[in-house]
């Protein structure tokens, strides 16, 4: 299983862009990026994957590198209610497990 | 979109009595579900990946015969925690490959056994 690395906690002004990055340098080649969040006591929801191309949803957006050895989430207008544990993961579009590494703590203060 | 429901939410149960928790794909069919637990403060650990009509696959260091996972039909496993004791504690989250993309989570069920 590829490992990442996180940040393990960022803050972000509310209103502002909030920039999340994930080092996942021995991901295979067909494996996905995904992202997840999970506000306190939840469960963790999606955001967003990719495999090679950025991509773009009505949460956020998802900036992979070239070499595909790292990845930024991006928040465009973060909220107080970003404030959560964002995960980054790598996995097989067609199936398989989830491992969850230690992720960010993305706090968004007023 | 995809919904895993998980019941109940929370549990209490004395000591040596057993717990079932249930995770429901709603509007999916899901022949694999998966089960993780999380400790406060950290981050979620895979137990077990289950299987629709077939047995589960357990995580290394995780004991099969305590948490009982069965995947009787395509919309519905369990985790029974047997003879649950206070270090079993935590908080128990089931999730479901949705039909069109990644992972759909249910609303995890937070177990204190007392």
């Known amino acids: 299983d590829a490992k990442t690395t996180q940040p393990t906690s960022m803050d972000c002004a509310e209103g502002r862009a909030a920039n999340l990055p994930c080092n996942h340098s021995t991901i295979s080649g067909n494996e996905y990026v995904y992202w997840y969040r999970q506000i306190h006591s939840q469960g963790p929801q999606y955001i967003i994957h990719g495999l090679k191309n950025n991509e773009t949803n009505e949460m956020a957006s998802l900036i992979i590198t070239e070499d595909r050895k790292s990845s930024t989430l991006i928040l465009p207008h973060a909220t107080l209610r970003d404030t959560a544990v964002y995960y980054c993961i790598p996995g097989y579009n067609q199936g398989g497990k989830l491992i969850f590494g230690q992720g960010t703590e993305l706090s968004v203060k007023p | 979109g995809a919904v895993v429901s998980q019941h109940p939410s929370r549990v209490i149960c004395k000591s040596g009595t057993s717990v079932k928790i249930e995770c429901r794909s709603l509007d999916f069919q899901a022949t694999t579900m998966f089960w993780y637990r999380q400790f406060p403060k950290q981050s979620l650990m895979l137990m077990a990946t289950?299987?629709?009509?077939?047995?589960?696959?357990?995580e290394q260091g995780v004991e099969k015969d305590k948490f009982l996972i069965n995947h009787a039909s395509l919309t519905l496993s369990t985790l029974t925690v047997t003879s649950a004791h206070p270090e079993d504690s935590s908080f128990y989250i089931c999730s479901a490959r949705g039909p069109d993309y990644g992972y759909t989570f249910g609303s995890g069920t937070r177990l204190t056994v007392v």
């Open positions: 289950s299987n629709e009509g077939s047995k589960a696959t357990y």
